[in-house]
């Protein structure tokens, strides 16, 4: 690192007795009378102000001064270190945002669109006893929450997040040791080709892709990897792990395909390949922008309106044809345990739950969900809103429906291998 120093030649110092300087001085004299030589010689201009290249190093390699002490280093730029499962275009909005409203400087270092999160949490962890990131952003919760059980995230309060809601930061959004915030969120959705399922063959819940009409042409990201496996999860949270296990056993009868990517299964619903799939809600707004004959739909909740208690067929497939409501899997941030930059951490998590990131985030091309209410209820943004504005929400634990993830991507290996 070059150590910046403000330290000039006086001019007073360089003077007619030069020459007698030379031949008996000190070493530092004789190394500043040649460098005034060497610029009368070479033209350079500014009299004693072009010395500055000429200046005697100490054997360290840092500036001398005139006491013979080595300077005090200028601190280092302030910087933090992200790492984030978000795509990329958003990544760069909020750091652009970030760095222009606090002058701190943030490297980002993300994941492909195959692993996304589960290759980042693989790094955390791998790092633990010395970590490189600062924060912890990602795109979806479970992830997070994996990280906060194994005790490699920081309790942090956000006294501005908190203070920001009426009532505080929602219950469902926030981590109940404090490690994490969730902000956000996108939907859970069925996404299917607008020109080849007529609206009498539309799937009204997940139940209905297993049924023989969609055998072959029905898709889903690899669960081992971002939020499908979150999905099942809390299906098996909700439903029960038999009411999953009998579904995916029908979806593999069904000749269900499995994509890198929640995008991969939008593309090849709008190709034709695939009539409908499972995916998020950001992914069929980029395919709408590529012009691809794709829309979606959100799981109804029929279980609002009739007591669980009062089905008779739950735990069993025919269980998850009574809507729970769209799942909606928040965006999660947090401060690593042992960050080097405790203090800008916390300024980014503060920012990331702000109005103003909400706001970037709603009208991005994710068009993430607001948790504020005026977001909520602007008209300009109904067509994005509605599994807030008119929707009941599914209601769920994401901390116990985390529970879940391994006996339910087990039940998904084992049913994919019978097959």
Not at 36 to 62: D, F, R, T, Y
Request: charged share 25%; aromatic share 6%.
């Amino acid at each position: 690192m070059t150590i910046e120093s403000n330290t000039s030649v006086p001019t007073a110092r360089i003077e007619p007795t030069l020459h007698s300087r030379m031949n008996g001085g000190s070493r530092r004299s004789r190394v500043l009378g040649m460098c005034l030589i060497c610029a009368l010689l070479i033209g350079v201009p500014g009299g004693a102000g072009g010395l500055g290249g000429c200046e005697e190093k100490s054997p360290q390699g840092a500036r001398g001064s005139e006491t013979g002490k080595e300077p005090s280093p200028q601190p280092a730029p302030q910087s933090l270190i992200v790492y984030t499962s978000a795509d990329d275009e958003v990544i760069k909005a909020v750091v652009d945002m970030f760095e222009k409203d606090t002058g701190i400087k943030v490297e980002w270092s993300g994941d492909t669109e195959q692993t996304k999160t589960t290759g980042l949490v693989q790094r955390v962890i791998a790092e633990k006893e010395a970590p490189r990131a600062d924060v912890w952003w990602s795109s979806e919760p479970f992830g997070t929450i994996r990280l906060a059980r194994e005790g490699l995230l920081e309790a942090y309060r956000s006294k501005t997040a908190e203070s920001s809601i009426p009532g505080g930061w929602p219950s469902q959004y926030r981590a109940t040791d404090g490690t994490w915030y969730g902000f956000s969120p996108r939907a859970r959705v069925i996404v299917y080709n607008t020109l080849k399922v007529r609206k009498e063959e539309m799937p009204r819940t997940i139940h209905d892709l297993a049924h023989p009409r969609f055998k072959g042409r029905v898709g889903i990201a690899r669960p081992q990897f971002g939020t499908t496996g979150g999905h099942l999860a809390v299906l098996a949270h909700v439903y029960g792990e038999p009411a999953l296990e009998a579904w995916m056993k029908a979806m593999v009868e069904n000749r269900v395909k499995q994509f890198d990517g929640n995008m991969s299964v939008v593309r090849a619903v709008g190709t034709g390949e695939l009539l409908v799939g499972l995916t998020d809600t950001d992914d069929v707004w980029a395919g709408q922008r590529n012009k691809w004959p794709v829309d979606l739909i959100y799981d109804p909740n029929d279980i609002a309106a009739s007591p669980m208690a009062s089905f008779k067929g739950w735990g069993k497939i025919e269980s998850l044809a009574l809507g729970a409501g769209p799942l909606l899997l928040p965006n999660t941030v947090a401060v690593v345990k042992g960050a080097k930059n405790q203090e800008h951490a916390r300024k980014f998590v503060d920012f990331m739950l702000s109005e103003k990131v909400e706001n970037l985030l709603l009208n991005s091309g994710s068009h993430n969900l607001p948790l504020r209410e005026r977001h909520i209820r602007d008209s300009r943004n109904a067509m994005y809103t509605i599994p807030v504005r008119t929707m009941q929400p599914m209601a769920v634990d994401l901390e116990r429906a985390a529970d879940q993830m391994e006996p339910a991507l087990r039940l998904f290996e084992a049913a994919t291998q019978e097959k």
